[in-house]
Nanobody, 122 residues
Framework: QVQLVESGGGLVQAGGSLRLSCAASGGTFSRYAMAWFRQAPGKEREFVAAINWSGSTTYYADSAKGRFAISRDNAKNTVYLQMSSLKPEDTAVYYC???????????????WGRGTQVTVSS
C-alpha cells in the first residue's frame, strides 16, 4: 500500500499562494489516481481536487475551480496542489489520498497522508 507524506503548508495572507506537495512511496505511483482533501476545524473533511494516473484528467470542487491546480510528476512520485488567490475560508489541514481506480469516486480514496496545515490570514 502506498504511503503519503504532505508538505508545503504554512501561514499566508489572503490573496497569496502556496504549493503543496505529496510524496508517495511503497507502491507503483503511476497506478494511482491522486486527490487532495481538506478539513477545517469543526467541519467534515471535504474533497478539493483529483487527478488521474497519467495526469491527463483533473477534477475540482467548485470551491477550488479557477484558483487551485492539481498536477503530478510520476518520475518523482509526487502530486502537487498549487493554490492561488487564497481566502481565509481555505484554512484547513490538507490531506492527499490515493486509490487505484477512477478519480471521480471521491468516497473511495483509501490511502491517506497525515496532512499539512494551511492558514490564511485576513
Amino acid at each position: 500500500q502506498v504511503q503519503l507524506v504532505e508538505s508545503g503548508g504554512g501561514l499566508v495572507q489572503a490573496g497569496g499562494s502556496l504549493r503543496l506537495s505529496c510524496a508517495a512511496s511503497g507502491g507503483t505511483f503511476s497506478r494511482y489516481a491522486m486527490a487532495w482533501f481538506r478539513q477545517a476545524p469543526g467541519k467534515e473533511r471535504e474533497f478539493v481536487a483529483a487527478i488521474n494516473w497519467s495526469g491527463s484528467t483533473t477534477y475540482y470542487a467548485d470551491s477550488a475551480k479557477g484558483r487551485f491546480a492539481i498536477s503530478r510528476d510520476n518520475a518523482k512520485n509526487t502530486v502537487y496542489l498549487q493554490m492561488s488567490s487564497l481566502k481565509p475560508e481555505d484554512t484547513a489541514v490538507y490531506y492527499c489520498a490515493a486509490r487505484i481506480g477512477s478519480l471521480y469516486e471521491k468516497d473511495k480514496f483509501g490511502s491517506w497522508g497525515r496532512g499539512t496545515q494551511v492558514t490564511v490570514s485576513s
